[in-house]
């Protein structure tokens, strides 16, 4: 375990704020979230050293999957068709960016390479990089070019990229501010960078508390908001094309799992049990309500959707 300063301006004082509920079975030490006395910015403190996280991922991490997957190789074309409407319905960002994507891209963290393997189908040069060997190698059997390793680990000239994703990526790095300063060097002028991660001040977060799925210790090692991420961006040197926030429908059954655990209503046990806040049906139901409160309430959907730039000059 080690304890860091804050990635945004190195202050070392920071105030207790969360112990979130982990709901990772067998991983039975307590991580805590604090947040920088200056600028405000929600971190995980102490965490794991960076040399210990290939292990923990391999143990403990999985990821939930989008249930219409894009690769381009296995999903019907009238799935194709779909996913574009079912994005749109349920608050989910990739068809976008999958529109916006062009000329050479890198993906950081692109586990097995749906994205990639979407993104060649449709003309662009990709290379991933991730953490896991076994997504590297479900990359290359799909003939996808791909590195084991971290952002440190990539070894390209500068301007090599007219498009960089993070998809539920930077809430992992150790220093988002440097991974960001390296990506702006492997950028294009013009070039853009798309981010998508959990919002630490939506409306969800506030009402799950704790129990909020997305917090994800100790993986998760930033939280950010829309005001820490504007932060992060400038000083990074980008200039913020969009910045939004949006609530995708998937991810609100497991924090339901999570404050179901914490729960003493029998009513509230009976309904988990039932499965039901994981059907297609339910999903369908809330989705209109997540539209709604999007609207109402903006700045403070489930997830950051951001669109950056690099400076032509």
């Known amino acids: 375990m080690v304890r860091v300063a804050c990635d945004l301006c190195g202050e070392q004082t920071a105030r207790p704020c969360l112990t979130p509920a982990t709901g990772i079975p067998g ?30 991922y391999s143990s403990y991490y999985t990821t939930q999957a989008d249930p219409l997957p894009v690769s381009a190789r296995q999903t019907s074309s009238l799935r194709q068709r779909l996913r574009p409407l079912w994005h749109r319905y349920c608050g989910q960002y990739l068809t976008e960016v ?9 993906e950081i963290g692109c586990g097995t390479g749906d994205l990639l393997e979407e993104l060649a189908a449709r003309g662009c040069r990709v290379h991933g990089v991730d953490i896991n060997p076994v997504s590297v190698r479900a990359c290359r059997q799909k003939g ?42 492997l950028l294009r002028p013009g070039g853009r ?32 908001t829309p005001a820490t991420m504007r932060r992060l961006a400038q000083q990074a040197g980008f200039s913020v094309v969009r910045l939004r ?62 669109e950056l730039m690099k400076p032509e000059a």
Request: with cysteine.
């Open 193 to 224: 960078l798309f981010l998508y991660c959990p919002n630490a001040g939506s409306y969800l977060a506030s009402l799950f508390g704790a129990c909020w799925y997305a917090w994800q210790l100790p993986f998760h090692f930033y939280h950010f």
């Open 98 to 106: 999958i529109g916006k994507a062009r000329g050479a891209v890198l």
């Open 144 to 185: 996808l070019p791909a590195t084991v390793g971290e952002l440190d680990d990539l070894v390209f000239p500068a301007d090599s990229f007219d498009t960089v994703i993070l998809w539920h990526v930077v809430e992992h790095l150790p220093s988002p501010r440097a991974a960001l300063e390296k990506i702006r060097r």
């Open 27 to 56: 991983l039975q030490t307590t991580f805590s979230i604090v947040q920088c006395a200056a600028c405000g910015l929600l971190y995980t403190c102490p965490r794991p050293a960076q040399a210990c996280m290939p292990r923990l």
């Open 245 to 306: 926030t949006i609530t995708p429908e998937y991810l609100v059954a497991y924090s339901l799992d999570l404050w179901g655990r914490s729960s003493k209503r029998r009513m509230v046990a009976t309904f988990l049990r039932s499965g039901l806040h994981r059907t297609l049906l339910f999903r369908l139901a809330i989705s209109p309500l997540f539209r709604l409160l999007d609207w109402w309430r903006r700045g403070q959907g489930e997830c950051l959707q951001v």
